[in-house]
């Protein structure tokens, strides 16, 4: 299973980016996924995450970017985005995409590369 990234940037405060993850190897439509971003010298946290319609097509935000961020996918073309509006300093960090696939023996989670995002103030 693969994962690539891509839309990151540098942005002005206030401004918008589109994140995209294009993967591979896997039922795309069967599985859960989700965006994480990881400040320096902070965990990895949770973004948004979006499950399949056979798990429920559950959609969350972090407290931090609800109503600033939607996460979306589009199961014909494998990918699943995260659109970011009204950006703020605080969400410079490295966006990741995960996959977790749902398979008979357990659940298995995959991740992207990950791609900067900086947002000045």
């Not at 690539?4 to 591979?24: D, F, H, K, P, Y």
């Amino acid at each position: 299973v693969q994962l690539v990234e891509s839309g990151g940037g540098l942005v002005q405060a206030g401004g918008s980016l589109r994140l995209s993850c294009v993967t591979s190897g896997s039922i795309f439509s069967d599985n859960d996924l989700a965006w994480y971003r990881q400040a320096p010298g902070q965990e990895r946290e949770l973004v948004a995450s979006i499950d399949s319609a056979v798990n429920g097509g559950n959609i969350a935000y972090a407290d931090s970017v609800k109503g600033r961020f939607t996460i979306s996918r589009d199961n014909a073309k494998n990918t699943v985005y995260l659109q970011m509006n009204s950006l703020k300093p605080e969400d410079t960090a490295v966006y990741y995409c995960l996959l977790r696939e749902h398979t008979w023996d357990g659940n298995y989670d995959y991740w992207g590369q990950g791609t900067q995002v900086t947002v000045s103030s």
